[in-house]
Every structure is written in C-alpha cells, then in structure tokens.
C-alpha cells in the first residue's frame, strides 16, 4: 500500500508559495539575471521582505557595508507518516544532490574576475561605489552555494508528482560561520544590521510520524548526503558524520537544534590534522526563508578573500581545481614575489596538490615552465573544461592580483563586512 503525506495548509499560503516557484526558476535558468534595483526593492525569489525597524528589509543603509538581509512568512512543514516513508525522501533528495555536485562546479574565481573587469569598465576610482552598484548574475558556470543551492531548488520540483507539496515547503536559510558566542543567537530573529549572512542551504520543515524535524542539503559545501535534526534526537536523526577523510586531514560534521525551541541550528565542525583537533561553529536560521540570497551573500562572497574553482564526484570528493588566497604583498607583483594558488589535479586514483606561482602567468619564468604548463593542461581537462581556457583563467587571476589598487580596495571592503558584521 502506498504511503500518503498529509497536507494542511491554507489556501493563500498555496498561492503564495505557488507562486514564488516560477520565480525561482526564472532566475536559475536565465543567464545573466540582474538583481532588482535597490531602491525599489524586492527580493530575488519572488518573495516580499518582512519590514523591520529599518524599513522595508533588504535596503542598503547609508555607511553599511553590505545591504540588510530579509526573510519572508514560515513555510509550513511536511507532514510524513512514517519513518520509512521519510527515508525514501530523504533518499531521493541525496540522489539529486549527488548529480548536482557531479554536474556542477563551485566557481567563484569567474565571478572575481567578472567582477575585475566590470569595475576596469566602469571607470569608477572607488571599489566600494562600484560593489554598491554592481549587480551579482548567477550563471550555471559561476555557481557557488547561492547558484548550487537554487539550482537544487528547481532539481528538486521534479519530485513533486511522488511527494506532493514538497515544492512550495522547500526554502532557502542563511547561514554564519566561524561563531565566538552562541549567546547571541539566543533572540527571536536574527540582527539585521549585524548579520553577515555569508553561507545559504536548502531547508524542508518536516514532521515525521507526528515528530518535527529539519531536512538540510548544503551543496555549497559538498555534502553529499542529506543532514536530518531531529527536535528529540532520535532516528532519522543524522549526529556526526564525516566529510572527508584524507591523510592530512579528517572533518567531521554535526548538526543539532540550539535548544529544543529554537529557531536555529547549530553546525559544529571538528577539524583533525596530524592529531590536533580544531573546532568552529557555524548557526543557522531555519526559523523562515531567506529573501536575499544574491543582493547580500552572492554579493558578500565577491569581496572574500579566498577563492575556489572547483569539480567534485557525486560523493563530493575533490576530483580537480584551484583555491588560493587574495592578500597584500609589502612588495611590488614580481618574478620573485607574489601569491601562489594551489592546484589540484587526480594521478591514477590519486589526488595531488600542488602550488604554483601566479608570476608564471605574468612573466615568461624558464623554470618548470613546461611540466607546469602539462599539469596545467591535465586540470583542464579534468575540470571538463576546453583546452586553454583554465591557462587563459590564471592569465586573468594574475593580471588582477597584480592590480595593487583593485587589490587593497577589495581586501578593506571585506575588513570592512566583517568588522561591521562583528560589532
């Protein structure tokens, strides 16, 4: 006998919702969407901001580095009526997370350099003017956990038929990192003027067998498998797991409600290298959808100084890329100084890192030119990109890193988000 899911909501909550998911789609599948003019405001999926003292959320206050983030009404839970039933979801939605991450790269080198060439045209002399009036475009070969996580949004409408009101229950939650003090989190929403908003998932409010829970799918940061809180603990709940496991370093997640009433979820990660553990703590607000995922995070993560292209397996395994760190050089960009990126290729079934110097790509450097002009090539390759293009992408890095103003503009505007977002 087929198990049903119990439905029960409001009918001008269907509408709304309903509504919103063409929406969404629009804004994945076109491929340069521009984000709506601040000034007369509305958030990119469709929803309409909650006003909060400030005003109509989602404003950019004069002095403030980044525009206010919003949130939208509740989403109502999915009722599940059993457990059995729930892991055939949950099945399901990891499966269409896994093709994602495989289809997919996480890109947010090409949106720098976009970004670069954007502010090269404008003609403008202050980053910061420019970062106020650029509009972030989500492209499917720019994706990073904004673009990964819509895209999975629309991915996931096709389970609709076998999980009926699944669609209009999925939302997006925004996410902070790297938290000191979890006290602060202890309010009823979280501070707008004071929320970084760096990091966004997808989230489902369920209830299984009478028992609430969250669904959480992050692909944003490679999680290959679905993430299930449980309020009481218990069965689906996920508890740790681990990330990855390589031989110079082991993460492990894990996921817990802040207390048994609240609207946040805490994500702790435990870091272990060569035997020393390290601990963070990210929180999370389930509580209602994110409204702003590219007027605030896609635009925030412009300006972070660390970048990554990469390509994963559908177990979210490193398969090719680079990453590398934007930072100030005392010294002149020269053939002896200057940042390095590292990158990563597979030999055999093995993964490599390596670094290599920027300057290789300004200057003509004689040494190990060809092997790595040959490691560069088999990135290439391996990230499924055509031949060239990866070596032409570090042409562009180099020139940009290179550009001492562009450079120290972009590494204060992000001093700038987070002293402002740590106050």
């Known amino acids: ?59 950019w206050p004069p002095g403030r580095p980044l525009p206010l983030p919003a949130w939208g009404d509740p989403r109502p839970a999915l ?36 970004f670069y060439r954007g502010f090269q045209a404008s003609g403008l002399k202050s980053l910061t003017q420019f970062f106020r009036e650029y509009s972030p475009p989500i492209t499917v070969e720019h994706y990073t956990c904004v673009g990964l996580a819509l895209e999975l949004l629309r991915r996931l409408s096709n389970l609709e038929t076998s999980f009926p009101g699944l669609t209009a229950r999925l939302y997006l939650v925004s996410c902070e990192e ?52 449980m309020a009481d603990n218990l069965y689906p709940h996920t508890g740790w797991f681990t990330q990855s496991d390589e031989p110079q370093c082991r993460k492990e997640y894990h996921y817990s409600a802040l207390s048994p009433d609240s609207d946040y979820i805490v994500w702790r990660d435990r870091e272990t290298r060569q035997g020393r553990e390290k601990n963070t703590l990210g929180v999370i607000y389930v509580a209602r959808p994110y409204l702003t995922p590219i007027n605030v995070t896609e635009r925030r993560n412009l300006v972070y100084n660390l970048c990554s292209l990469l390509a994963r397996d559908a177990k979210g395994h490193l398969i090719a890329g680079i990453y590398f760190k934007v930072d100030n050089w005392e010294q002149e960009f020269s053939e002896t100084n200057g940042p390095f990126f590292t990158m990563i290729y597979r030999s055999g079934e093995e993964s490599k890192k390596i670094k290599v110097p920027f300057s290789r790509f300004l200057f003509q450097l004689p040494v190990d030119a060809d092997i790595t002009a040959k490691l560069v090539a088999l990135c290439c390759q391996q990230l499924g990109w055509p031949e060239g293009k990866l070596e032409s992408t570090l ?29």
């Open 1 to 59: 006998m087929r198990h049903m899911f119990v439905i029960n909501v409001a009918s001008h909550s269907i509408l709304q919702t309903q509504s919103s998911v063409p929406e969404r789609e629009k804004l994945v599948k076109n491929t340069d969407p521009p984000v709506e003019p601040i000034s007369g405001y509305r958030d990119e999926c469709g929803y309409v901001p909650t006003v909060g003292r400030w005003g109509r959320r989602g404003e």
């Open 178 to 229: 790297a938290i000191d003090d979890l006290d602060c989190y202890h309010h009823e929403e979280p501070d707008a003027m004071n929320s970084e908003k760096e990091h966004v998932m997808v989230a489902l409010r369920v209830e299984v067998a009478g028992r609430p829970g969250i669904l959480l799918s992050d692909p944003g940061y490679h999680i290959a498998r679905v993430v299930t809180i």
């Open 79 to 114: 009722l599940v009526d059993s457990v059995e039933r729930y892991e055939e979801l949950a099945s399901h939605v990891e499966l269409t997370v896994q093709q994602l991450l495989q289809a997919h790269h996480y890109n947010s080198v090409g949106n720098l350099i976009r």
């Open 395 to 423: 042409n562009g890095l180099a020139t940009l890193l290179a550009d001492r103003n562009f450079r120290e503009q972009l590494l204060d505007l992000n001093h700038e988000i987070e002293t402002a977002c740590d106050d």
